[in-house]
């Protein structure tokens, strides 16, 4: 049940870009209209969370423009609060272009984000009584590659939520354009340490961390190499399976036709702490499968759904597996 005792269950700090996407087919060279909407890993997490009413807090840094507002704006009306918004007089807000295509064109997308106002965020910035009145820190990975000051304001977050005692999860979501297999590796080791929750993909899990083996292994390996309390591992349309603590447990990925592969971890991620904050991480990875299929029947990088909405998807599930969640010996 909530923490009443806490402003907010969920809080994070992350990058907020403006997503500007083609329809399918439309190359982007000579697109004639483009739709806006905001995006980020972070955002994405917090969004759909508060649309399964949790109470969720943002940190970021957004110009003080219109295009800064239209994030907010959007945002805001998934349930997130926004009261942690650092407002810039000058900078920019960091974009992303998506151009939809079928077989055999993949889907192609553009970054230009490179020195947007959240890659100058800096811990003096931080309202740290704002960020960390939270039962959960949420954290990925693509902060710390931003910048020097943002990793430095990582490790500041990390510090001053086991000082307060505060629940840490953290998303290795690992980005290739913006740092080196061997920065992302070096840095990310330390960060991973003793958090409560973490999540890593099956691929990112080998190549970063070195672990080998069947996925059994890798997961081990990961429990040995963080000490994290929980480990979440994705593998694709192979589904997900997690640490409990004392067990092995596997939810496969549910058959979808995928209309927009961007947000779908992001969703999976949300789902999953859903299930956590209710003390209930089986439950989370059924939740998490079902966010990720909506994500990935979906427009857009925030899923649009409601929790009753998700609770029958997930029931539903639940019903026609001979098992439920899966026990991995």
């Known amino acids: 049940m909530p923490d009443s005792s806490s402003p907010f269950e969920v809080t994070t700090v992350g990058e907020v870009m403006l997503r500007l ?24 997490v917090m ?34 609060d926004m ?12 974009t ?17 984000r490179a020195d947007s106002c959240a890659a100058h965020l800096s811990a003096d910035q931080i309202d740290w009584q704002y960020l960390l009145k939270t039962r959960l820190l949420h954290i990925t990975g693509i902060t710390p590659a931003l910048s020097a000051s943002c990793r430095d304001l990582t ?23 913006l740092w080196t297999t061997e920065e992302a590796a070096e840095v990310m080791s330390s960060m991973i340490q003793g958090v409560d929750l973490l999540f890593c993909k099956e691929a990112d899990a080998r190549r970063l961390f070195g672990c080998t083996g069947t996925l059994s292994d890798v997961i081990g390996s990961l429990v040995d190499r963080s000490g994290a309390r929980q480990v979440v591992v994705t593998s694709g349309d192979q ?10 447990l596997h939810e496969p990925a549910i058959p979808v036709q995928i209309v927009d592969r961007l947000g779908a971890g992001d969703a999976l991620a949300a789902g999953v702490l ?56």
């Not at 083609?22 to 000579?30: K, M, N, Q, S, Y």
């Not at 589904?239 to 092995?248: E, F, H, I, K, N």
């Not at 499968?289 to 979906?298: D, K």
């Open 96 to 112: 992303y272009f998506v151009e939809f295509a079928a077989p055999p064109h993949p889907i192609h997308v553009t970054y230009d």
């Open 21 to 44: 996407s083609v329809p399918a087919g439309t190359r982007l060279e000579i697109a004639s209209s483009l739709a806006v909407t905001p995006g980020g890993a972070e955002s994405n």
């Open 155 to 177: 490790t500041e977050m990390i510090t001053r939520a086991k000082s307060a005692n505060v629940a840490i999860s953290f998303d290795v979501n690992y980005r290739q354009k």
């Open 239 to 248: 589904g997900v399976t997690a640490w409990d603590g004392s067990q092995l």
């Open 274 to 329: 859903h299930g956590w904050l209710n003390s209930n991480l089986a439950q989370g990875l059924r939740y998490g499968v079902g966010l990720a299929s909506l994500a990935l029947s979906q427009h857009g990088d925030v899923v649009v759904t409601t929790l009753d909405e998700l609770n029958a998807l997930v029931a539903n599930l639940h019903g026609n597996s001979q098992n439920g969640e899966r026990l991995l010996r």
């Open 47 to 80: 969004a759909v969370l508060a649309r399964l009413k949790r109470r969720c807090g943002l940190v970021t840094a957004l110009p003080d423009t219109s295009l800064g507002r239209l994030a907010t704006t959007h945002l805001r009306m998934a349930g997130v």
């Open 83 to 94: 009261g942690g918004v650092v407002w810039c007089k000058t900078g920019r807000i960091g």
